[in-house]
């Protein structure tokens, strides 16, 4: 069979079961061995099997779960809580502080876990805490869900951690390529939120109880330690003393030894910190397996010869060819979550962009960019889902949907100057690896 009618009936019978509702995981897995037993006969099945143990024995994924635990340590024991209050306190004077505090956690948090824990701990503490200070809807649910996508991008990005694994690019140079992207994105929203309401103060009151110095001092000791294990974390990965998954080891930690000293350690803590980090890992080891089969399956039939074959025989500039990407990812994101887009397509465009002579350490960039916009795209956004989730009775899914435009222009604004300035994303790795 040829490696055309291959293709077809893979990325065919892949997206008619994803459009079932079959899970990522499954179905990645499921066509990808329907077609090798059609195909090679029973005997190649044995590929599952060596396939799956290889990718739950490999050391380097001890990473994930590591992230995880730290920054569910971090979560459920309030930590996060009290930082945005302490946060609160230091810019209360600021107009519209509060969402810039609820941006500042959400950096912070993704600098700790991931993705999840600023949308589910801001949406429940900090929107609630905006609409009492009659702060404007769009402003308080747009700057909370933006402040969470911040996760996607700024290491240590699970998303970043499984799209290194399955491009086979190197995980601490993608972390280090993601820190000026990801603190731009960050700077975009806070510039953007403090003009808004400097010019609008009607978004954003003054806060109607007194701060004092004693209050903001004594809050200290809750900004101080989460922000202590960020910079150990992260500056041991940037400053080559540490590899990621040492590091993560160190801050899973690190955010124990935090419980400890803040008094914030139970039996309902602990147990809470290891289910979801175990649930989550199951569902990112899951994917991993039929991915890697998907892949491996694809690259035995000839799929690099093919896409060096259709690129060259096309003829079209490179970067049109990079734009069609760019625009198939954002299609691909409103209708797909991240897991599946990454699985899907990062073995096939990655291989692609090396053709076409593009750094592979830039385009992932762009492509995880891209990945951040499709958290806050509807319909299918799971940002805009998790705060449904959380967000008060009165927040309607139209009040969420209308209050992300303008940080979604700020995500491709951002794409956008990453294309046309490639070292806004090598810089940082090309000096420090």
């Known amino acids: 069979m040829s490696i055309e009618m291959i293709t077809l009936l893979l990325f065919g019978g892949l997206m008619a079961l994803l459009i079932l509702g079959i899970p990522v995981a499954f179905a990645l897995g499921g066509i990808t061995v329907l077609l090798t037993y059609l195909m090679e006969g029973p005997t190649s099945l044995f590929i599952v099997a060596t396939t799956t143990y290889k990718q739950i024995t490999d050391p380097n994924l001890i990473t994930i779960p590591l992230f995880l635990l730290m920054g569910n340590f971090l979560l459920h024991s309030g930590i996060s809580d009290r930082m945005f209050k302490s946060l609160g306190y230091w810019l209360s004077g600021i107009r519209g502080g509060l969402a810039v505090v609820s941006i500042g956690v959400c950096v ?7 993705f999840g824990p600023g949308i589910l701990t801001m949406g429940l503490i900090a929107v609630p805490a905006m609409l009492k200070q009659s702060y404007d809807k769009s402003l308080a649910l747009g700057s909370v869900m933006a402040g969470g996508v911040l996760g996607e991008i700024i290491p240590p990005s699970i998303i970043m951690i499984i799209f290194a694994y399955i491009a086979r690019i190197s995980i601490g140079k993608l972390f280090l390529a993601g820190v000026v992207p990801g603190l731009l994105t960050a700077f975009l929203y806070l510039f953007y939120v403090m003009v808004r309401c400097h010019i609008q103060p009607e978004l954003a009151p003054p806060l109607k109880d007194r701060v004092t110095w004693a209050l903001r001092l004594s809050s200290l000791k809750d900004i101080l330690l989460p922000a202590l294990l960020i910079v150990l974390v992260l500056g041991s990965i940037f400053l080559g003393i540490a590899t990621p998954t040492e590091a993560a080891g160190v801050g899973a930690t690190g955010a124990f030894l935090i419980c400890i000293f803040l008094k914030k350690l139970s039996w309902k803590v602990m147990w809470e910190s290891c289910r979801q980090t175990m649930s989550i890992t199951g569902m990112v080891f899951w994917i991993l397996i039929g991915a890697t089969l998907f892949s491996v399956f694809y690259t035995s039939q000839g799929a690099q010869s093919l896409v060096t074959e259709l690129i060259s025989d096309l003829g079209i500039n490179r970067w049109i060819v990079l734009g069609a990407m760019q625009l198939i990812l954002l299609i691909l994101g409103m209708f797909m979550d991240d897991y599946a887009v990454v699985t899907v397509c990062a073995p096939i465009f990655v291989p692609i962009a090396i053709v076409l002579g593009f750094d592979p350490i830039w385009y992932s960039i762009l492509f995880i960019l891209n990945m951040q916009v499709a958290y806050l795209t509807p319909p299918f956004g799971w940002a805009l889902i998790m ?5 008060p009775a009165n927040i309607s899914t139209r009040h969420i949907w209308q209050s ?22 090598l810089w940082l790795p090309e000096r420090m690896m």
């Open 387 to 391: 705060m449904k989730g959380v967000a």
């Open 404 to 425: 992300v435009p303008p940080f979604v222009i700020m995500q491709l604004a951002v794409l956008v100057l990453v294309m046309i300035f490639p070292q806004l994303a």
């Open 108 to 114: 912070a948090l993704a600098m700790c876990g991931g």
